[in-house]
């Protein structure tokens, strides 16, 4: 039975502003989610399309659980094979015909798994970027030698990038100090 297999990602794109509300209302409770707004999509004969908003979620649901979560049918809902590939079509990444949005539009709980999924618009390697955040954590790299390494890197991102890396970087610090954050 289709419907009883439980799922651990889900994609799809909804158009209707009611379904768009009902998403973003209730997406922030999932362990991780990303989502977007294309509102500059244009299609063969370069008209605009209708706002829509696309979204992947992570969590363990079977689809018809889904699909009442997320207040749409289920064939609207996408089991995600890749998760990389699905959060890297939110932008556009692979569909260079298409508008490129910004990593900026995307709204996510996760930015280290956003970067992770998008990693190659980076010089550094994410297993690298892992490990100095390690490194970070537990005192054997400083902040100013992060942020040294990764200038380049984090001048080319977006200023809401920027400040989520900045702001995880503050968390790791206040971790240090004195034991507790909400890293």
């Known amino acids: 039975m289709a419907n009883s297999r439980i799922i651990s990602c889900i994609s799809g794109a909804v158009n209707d502003d009611t379904q768009m509300e009902n998403i973003i209302s209730v997406i922030e409770d999932f362990p991780v989610f990303f989502y977007i707004l294309h509102d ?6 370069g008209n605009y399309i209708k706002p829509h908003l696309h979204f992947v979620i992570k969590g363990r649901h079977n689809l018809k659980v889904w699909a009442d979560i997320l207040q749409i049918p289920e064939h609207m809902i996408e089991i995600t094979r890749s998760v990389s590939g699905s ?3 939110l932008i556009h990444k692979d569909n260079p015909e298409k508008y490129q949005y910004s990593v900026d539009d995307v709204f996510t709980n996760n930015s280290s ?3 992770k999924f998008l990693a190659d618009q980076n010089s550094y390697s994410f297993k690298e970027f892992s490990i100095d955040i ?3 954590k537990n005192g ?4 100013v030698e992060f942020e040294e390494k990764y200038n380049n890197d984090l001048s080319r991102m977006g200023k809401y990038s920027q400040w989520r890396i900045i702001n ?5 610090e206040e971790f240090r100090k004195n034991g507790k954050s909400n890293y």
């Open 40 to 45: 500059k999509d244009k299609d063969a004969s």
């Open 87 to 89: 959060v890297r079509y």
């Open 113 to 115: 798994a956003l970067h």
């Open 134 to 136: 390690r490194r970070l």
């Open 140 to 143: 054997r790299m400083s902040r």
């Open 168 to 172: 995880d970087l503050d968390r790791i």
